[in-house]
T-cell receptor, first 113, second 113 residues
Framework: GAGVSQSPRYKVAKRGQDVALRCDPI?????LFWYQQALGQGPEFLTY????????KSGLPSDRFFAERPEGSVSTLKIQRTQQEDSAVYLC???????????FGQGTRLTVV | GENVGLHLPTLSVQEGDNSIINCAYS??????FIWYKQESGKGPQFIID?????DKRQGQRVTVLLNKTVKHLSLQIAATQPGDSAVYFC????????????FGTGTRLKVLA
């Protein structure tokens, strides 16, 4: 595709609800990252995949957060039992392995009410 | 994402003037730095990067300066245009080719007509 695609663009969840956020990286990009961006802040690293392998999940804030990339392309970030503090924009980025230029999607704005 | 930069430091510049955006980074071990531009409702967009073995790097209308002694990074935009209005983030990482960027808090650039 032309760029990194994320869906949905906006998501409103009731507190306690589970949500799933999808990321379609640029075709051929081995590396995929998830970042969380709170209002007025810079993005913060959540997790990193190289193909289907999740090599780093140190940024996931709690065990309610889970990410997967089962076939090495599309990735899903799942948040269980959402809390108000989970409200943020969730950004996905992809890159070729061995490069540092990451291409970001537009993000999914999650609002927990 | 939307409303990026709601409470960020703001730099207002007259159209046609040069802009200088500053960033202090935290990790003396960081050896690769990137500037990203984020427009409202969009993901961060790569502008320019620099490795720690360089002091200066120039792109199209943009220049990045790195001062490792004081851990300071700056982005200079020549002949600022209305389309440059956005939030600008610096990001650092400790090894070229890795994925785990640490983003600064960002600066909102407003271009005055």
């Amino acid at each position: 595709g032309a760029g990194v695609s994320q869906s949905p663009r906006y998501k409103v969840a009731k507190r306690g609800q589970d949500v799933a956020l999808r990321c379609d990286p640029i075709s051929g990009h081995v590396s995929l990252f998830w970042y969380q961006q709170a209002l007025g802040q810079g993005p913060e690293f959540l997790t990193y995949f190289q193909n289907e392998a999740q090599l780093d999940k140190s940024g996931l804030p709690s065990d309610r957060f889970f990410a997967e990339r089962p076939e090495g392309s599309v990735s899903t970030l799942k948040i269980q039992r959402t809390q108000q503090e989970d409200s943020a924009v969730y950004l996905c980025a992809s890159s070729l392995v061995g490069t540092t230029e990451a291409f970001f999607g537009q993000g999914t704005r999650l609002t927990v009410v | 994402g939307e409303n990026v930069g709601l409470h960020l430091p703001t730099l207002s510049v007259q159209e046609g003037d040069n802009s200088i955006i500053n960033c202090a980074y935290s990790n003396s071990a960081s050896d690769y730095f990137i500037w990203y531009k984020q427009e409202s409702g969009k993901g961060p967009q790569f502008i320019i990067d620099i490795r720690s073995n360089m002091d200066k790097r120039q792109g199209q209308r943009v220049t990045v300066l790195l001062n490792k002694t004081v851990k300071h990074l700056s982005l200079q935009i020549a002949a600022t245009q209305p389309g440059d209005s956005a939030v600008y983030f610096c990001a650092e990482t400790s090894s070229w080719g890795t994925y785990k960027y640490i983003f600064g808090t960002g600066t909102r650039l407003k271009v005055l007509a």
